[in-house]
């Protein structure tokens, strides 16, 4: 079987985009791009519209697809093409990126710029797709992107259903187990930010009328956990999960949360290392315990759905997240497993993506 994850030419892909940043647009006659003159150039070398006009059109494109905040910017600013830049030295082009994100420019080289450049790629192949390639599954009305999507992988010669959302992962209703990411100490963030961990857990307290927290259930319960744990301060391994009720969200259908270790933090700072195989272990470690607690529950439990861990903070790009995770996925589901299976995301970009993967080749597509 062709493994559903096999994406042509993305290291290729990559691997242009990063030399353009070298160089900036400005120096792209000079730069050998075929992949992305490939992309760029249908109608082939030599046609109206052709060579590095159309390479730079396509780069903008992918910037443009972004949306707007930090990842738009930083990315104008690494490739050029910010106003202005075009003509700048790479240095002082990723100077000013650095300076987007806060970070020092050392830190940016190491951990932001290759995440930011990977998701021009991942946008730049979502441009490659005629469209039609995707899966055919659960088509929106025109002008309307469905924010639940069928999906059907083939896995190890028989469909498999999965379910991606696309909305804040509070929206969820009658699923199971909700998948959390958390740091190594199993510190939650505060509830007023735009995390999944932290929606999660504003979402799952208990509130009087006029808004003031009563119970703060998910943070209470995970503490209890970790106390019972002996891990009170103490960096849990990579990998780790922890399970705690869904608290309020229980009137939604959300029975269960799984709590699971990816990142580790820097000390001293507010960064994070995310490794794919640490993410590949959690999810691996998430359906073990879900096996061990389903039969405890009247009805069992049987539903599950996972958010692109690492693709936050972590900075993980979305293709190097869910490949990581669709790896202990797919090796669940090869072994017979009938679990109902969802993924959530909040950027339609992002659930393209997932269906892409999971479409497969040609041969793996309903006919």
């Given at each position: 079987?062709?493994?559903?994850?096999?994406?042509?030419?993305?290291?290729?892909?990559?691997?242009?985009?990063?030399?353009?940043?070298?160089?900036?647009?400005?120096?792209?006659?000079?730069?050998?791009?075929?992949?992305?003159?490939?992309?760029?150039?249908?109608a082939g070398p030599g046609a109206a519209g052709s060579g590095p006009a159309a390479v730079e059109r396509l780069l903008r494109t992918a910037v443009a697809r972004l949306g707007g905040g930090t990842l738009r910017n930083a990315a104008?600013?690494?490739?050029?093409?910010?106003?202005?830049?075009?003509?700048?030295?790479?240095?002082?082009?990723?100077?000013?990126?650095?300076?987007?994100?806060?970070?020092?420019?050392?830190?940016?080289?190491?951990?932001?710029?290759?995440?930011?450049?990977?998701?021009?790629?991942?946008?730049?192949?979502?441009?490659?797709?005629?469209?039609?390639?995707?899966?055919?599954?659960?088509?929106?009305?025109?002008?309307?992107?469905?924010?639940?999507?069928?999906?059907?992988?083939?896995?190890?010669?028989?469909?498999?259903?999965?379910?991606?959302?696309?909305?804040?992962?509070?929206?969820?209703?009658?699923?199971?187990?909700?998948?959390?990411?958390?740091?190594?100490?199993?510190?939650?963030?505060?509830?007023?930010?735009?995390?999944?961990?932290?929606?999660?857990?504003?979402?799952?307290?208990?509130?009087?009328?006029?808004?003031?927290?009563?119970?703060?259930?998910?943070?209470?319960?995970?503490?209890?956990?970790?106390?019972?744990?002996?891990?009170?301060?103490?960096?849990?391994?990579?990998?780790?999960?922890?399970?705690?009720?869904?608290?309020?969200?229980?009137?939604?259908?959300?029975?269960?949360?799984?709590?699971?270790?990816?990142?580790?933090?820097?000390?001293?700072?507010?960064?994070?290392?995310?490794?794919?195989?640490?993410?590949?272990?959690?999810?691996?470690?998430?359906?073990?315990?879900?096996?061990?607690?389903?039969?405890?529950?009247?009805?069992?439990?049987?539903?599950?759905?996972?958010?692109?861990?690492?693709?936050?903070?972590?900075?993980?790009?979305?293709?190097?997240?869910?490949?990581?995770?669709?790896?202990?996925?797919?090796?669940?589901?090869?072994?017979?497993?009938?679990?109902?299976?969802?993924?959530?995301?909040?950027?339609?970009?992002?659930?393209?993506?997932?269906?892409?993967?999971?479409?497969?080749?040609?041969?793996?597509?309903?006919?």
């Amino acid at each position: 079987m062709t493994h559903p994850l096999h994406l042509p030419d993305h290291g290729a892909v990559l691997a242009e985009v990063r030399m353009i940043r070298r160089s900036g647009v400005v120096g792209l006659r000079a730069l050998p791009t075929p992949e992305l003159s490939r992309i760029a150039d249908p109608a082939g070398p030599g046609a109206a519209g052709s060579g590095p006009a159309a390479v730079e059109r396509l780069l903008r494109t992918a910037v443009a697809r972004l949306g707007g905040g930090t990842l738009r910017n930083a990315a104008e600013y690494s490739l050029g093409l910010a106003d202005g830049t075009r003509d700048w030295p790479a240095a002082d082009r990723r100077r000013r990126a650095a300076q987007v994100y806060g970070v020092s420019v050392e830190r940016f080289r190491k951990h932001h710029e290759l995440m930011v450049l990977g998701q021009v790629a991942e946008q730049i192949l979502l441009v490659a797709v005629p469209a039609g390639e995707g899966p055919a599954e659960d088509p929106a009305p025109p002008g309307l992107a469905a924010a639940h999507r069928k999906l059907s992988p083939l896995v190890h010669g028989r469909r498999a259903g999965v379910t991606v959302h696309v909305h804040s992962v509070d929206l969820l209703r009658d699923i199971d187990v909700v998948v959390s990411p958390s740091n190594v100490y199993f510190a939650l963030p505060a509830p007023y930010k735009s995390s999944v961990a932290a929606t999660l857990r504003r979402a799952g307290a208990r509130k009087d009328p006029t808004g003031a927290l009563v119970e703060d259930h998910l943070h209470d319960e995970l503490r209890e956990w970790a106390l019972r744990n002996g891990m009170p301060g103490r960096a849990a391994v990579p990998g780790t999960v922890a399970a705690t009720s869904a608290g309020v969200l229980g009137s939604q259908g959300i029975r269960r949360v799984y709590h699971a270790a990816t990142a580790v933090p820097h000390p001293g700072s507010n960064d994070y290392d995310v490794l794919p195989v640490d993410v590949t272990r959690a999810v691996a470690a998430v359906f073990a315990l879900l096996a061990r607690e389903s039969a405890a529950y009247d009805p069992p439990l049987r539903s599950l759905c996972l958010p692109l861990l690492g693709a936050g903070r972590g900075g993980l790009p979305p293709l190097e997240s869910f490949g990581a995770m669709w790896a202990a996925v797919e090796a669940e589901l090869a072994r017979g497993a009938s679990w109902d299976i969802h993924f959530v995301v909040r950027r339609h970009a992002r659930a393209d993506l997932i269906g892409r993967l999971l479409a497969g080749p040609p041969e793996n597509r309903r006919p």
